[in-house]
């Protein structure tokens, strides 16, 4: 039996590769970068995620103009519950949320400033901080890889002092989840039309 297992897996093998390409799961890339805290030179951590989404580049940059999609993304991990009321995200304005980490941790107050967005470009750059993290600053870009299927490429870099590290691992948990959340959302509204 232990010898017939491989030669079932190598003869499914092309199928179940088929099944998994079409939409892959999120790529990561970690580096040490230098960020800038209170004009002093730190060590900071970047990470860069890449997933494929299945819908359209356009569909997905009208969802991302959202609060709440942008919001509802993140969950669990991350819970933002806005101080005000904004529906939409507008560059140059500040919203401020608080923060809940990993559904029970209320983390007080995050701030997000929306520096840019370009639906044309499909980018987004988001300046975050609240807490102990001095430095989450978000770079989000959609590319079209056909009618159906966009490219969702994300760059994150944070420095969170002495607690740098631990807060790259998390934060790796919380692109992971933004990406699969999208991935499902969008695998579920496409089923029902």
């Known amino acids: 039996m232990k010898r017939i297992i491989p030669w079932i897996a190598l003869a499914l093998s092309p199928i179940l590769l088929a099944a998994c390409s079409t939409l892959q799961s999120p790529t990561f890339s970690k580096q040490k970068v230098t960020v800038q805290v209170n004009g002093k030179a730190k060590q900071g951590i970047q990470w860069r995620v890449e997933s494929q989404v299945p819908t359209s580049a356009d569909s997905l940059i009208q969802e991302m103009h959202v609060l709440s999609f942008w919001t509802a993304m993140l969950r669990p991990k991350v819970i933002l519950q806005p101080t005000s009321d904004p529906i939409w995200i507008k560059p140059g304005r500040t919203d401020t949320f608080k923060l809940t980490v990993n559904r029970i941790i209320p983390f007080g107050k995050h701030m997000i400033y929306w520096e840019s967005f370009d639906p044309k470009l499909g980018t987004l750059q988001t300046r975050e901080y609240g807490g102990y993290v001095k430095v989450w600053d ?45 991935t499902t959302y969008f695998k579920i509204k496409s089923s029902i039309k």
């Open 138 to 182: 978000n770079q989000i870009q959609i590319k079209s890889l056909n009618d159906s299927t966009s490219i969702l490429s994300d760059q994150l870099v944070l420095h969170g002092g002495v607690l740098t590290g631990l807060t790259a691992l998390w934060a790796k948990g919380v692109l992971r989840r933004r990406h699969q959340n999208m």
